[in-house]
C-alpha cells in the first residue's frame, strides 16, 4: 500500500516492480481485476496506481507478484567512521566509482550505543559515531572486487576499520545492529517518532548535518539508521508523550526535517508513506494544480471518500 523498499531496493527497487497484477474491491463493491499474467499490456498501468495508493482507493484481496531466485553469493561488510558525514560521503563514492551494492545502510552513535546496549549487542564499537553496511550479492565472479573496491572507498571517506563477514553466521552479526535497531530504541526513551524522507545520495552529507543541528537546537535526541543507498532517510526523535513542551518541540522539529529534505532536493516520503502524520506536508512538495489533479483520481475510484479517508491529500479548505 505504500510502494515501500528497505534495505535491499537500492539494487532491486521498490514494491510496484513486483507486483503484476491485483483483485480489488472498491468502496461501492466493485470488483476490479487489474493486470495479471498474460493479460494485454496495452493499457492503463491501474496496478502502478493503486500500488503506493495507501488504501485510498480500494481493497486489495488478491496480489500477483514476481519472484526472483536466490543470489548465488552475497558478500557483506561493515564500515566504522568517527564521523556520519564520512559514512556519507563514503556511500556517495562507492556509487560514483560504477559499484552497485545490493544494500548501502548507515547506522548513526545513538543507534549504535542503544543496540549495544540492549540483547541485540552484535559488537559494533561504542565509541563509534556511525557504521555503514554495504552489500553484494549476485554471481560469485566478480563479487571479491567489488568488495575490494569498496573497502578502498570507505577508506579513502575516513573509515577507522572494516569487517568483512567469512561465514553467514558473520554476515548475520555484522547486520544485527541495522535490524534490531528500532527494537533497541526503547532503551533510551518510552516514545519514538520514526520519519521517512528521501534526499539525493550528494547531499547526504549536509542534511545528516543539518539533522544534527536540528537536534541540538530542539534539545532531543535525533537518531538516524537508514537506506543510505537511495538517501532514504528515517531520523528517529525519541521523547515522552507525558512531556507537553517536549512534544511541541518533536512536531517543530519534525516539520523542519521535512523541510531540510525537500529544500535539498528530495520529498517527505520514501517508503512509509503519508498517512496522516505528513499529509499537511503534501504542500511541501506539490502545488495546488497536482493536489487537485490527485483529488481527481481518487474521486474515480473512490466517489464517496470513503476509502480511507482524511489519508495523504490536505484539507483543501485549509491555509
Known amino acids: 500500500a505504500e510502494n515501500s523498499g528497505g534495505p535491499h531496493c537500492l539494487k532491486y527497487g521498490v514494491t510496484s516492480r513486483y507486483v503484476t497484477g491485483l483483485t480489488v474491491v472498491t468502496y461501492d463493491g466493485d470488483v476490479l481485476r487489474l493486470g495479471g499474467f498474460g493479460r494485454e499490456l496495452g493499457s492503463y498501468d491501474l496496478v502502478g496506481v493503486f500500488v503506493g495508493s495507501e488504501g485510498c482507493f480500494g481493497i486489495a484481496t488478491e496480489i500477483e507478484i514476481r519472484l526472483l531466485p536466490r543470489p548465488e553469493a552475497v558478500r557483506t561488510i561493515l564500515g566504522i567512521f568517527d564521523r556520519i558525514e564520512d559514512a556519507g560521503r563514503a556511500v556517495t563514492a562507492i556509487m560514483a566509482a560504477g559499484l552497485l551494492p545490493a544494500a548501502l545502510e548507515i547506522i548513526d552513535g545513538p543507534t549504535i550505543r542503544a543496540v549495544e546496549a540492549s540483547v541485540f549487542a552484535g559488537g559494533y564499537p561504542t565509541d563509534a559515531e556511525a557504521a555503514l553496511v554495504v552489500e553484494f550479492d549476485g554471481l560469485e565472479t566478480g563479487l571479491t572486487t567489488d568488495v575490494e573496491r569498496a573497502i578502498v572507498k570507505c577508506r579513502e571517506e575516513g573509515a577507522r576499520a572494516i569487517r568483512a563477514a567469512e561465514t553467514p553466521e558473520e554476515r548475520l552479526a555484522l547486520w544485527q545492529g541495522r535490524k534490531k535497531a528500532f527494537g533497541a530504541m526503547g532503551r533510551i526513551a518510552s516514545d519514538l517518532l520514526v520519519q521517512d524522507a528521501t534526499v539525493p545520495r550528494s547531499r547526504l552529507p549536509e542534511v545528516l548535518g543539518r539533522i544534527s543541528d536540528i537536534g541540538r537546537r530542539y534539545d532531543l535526541t535525533i537518531a538516524n539508521v537508514f537506506h543510505a543507498g537511495d538517501g532514504n532517510l528515517h531520523p528517529n526523535i525519541l521523547f515522552d508523550r507525558g512531556n507537553a513542551d517536549q512534544m511541541e518541540r518533536v512536531e517543530r522539529a ?50 464517496m471518500g470513503g476509502m480511507n479517508p482524511g489519508k495523504v491529500l490536505p484539507d483543501p479548505t485549509s491555509p
Open 254 to 303: 519534525s516539520k523542519e526535517i521535512m523541510t531540510t529534505c525537500v529544500e535539498a532536493g528530495g520529498t517527505i516520503t520514501g517508503e512509509h508513506g503519508v498517512g496522516i502524520d505528513k499529509r499537511d506536508y503534501m504542500t511541501l512538495v506539490y502545488g495546488d494544480d497536482e493536489l487537485e489533479a490527485m483529488r481527481g483520481v481518487k474521486s474515480v475510484f473512490d466517489p
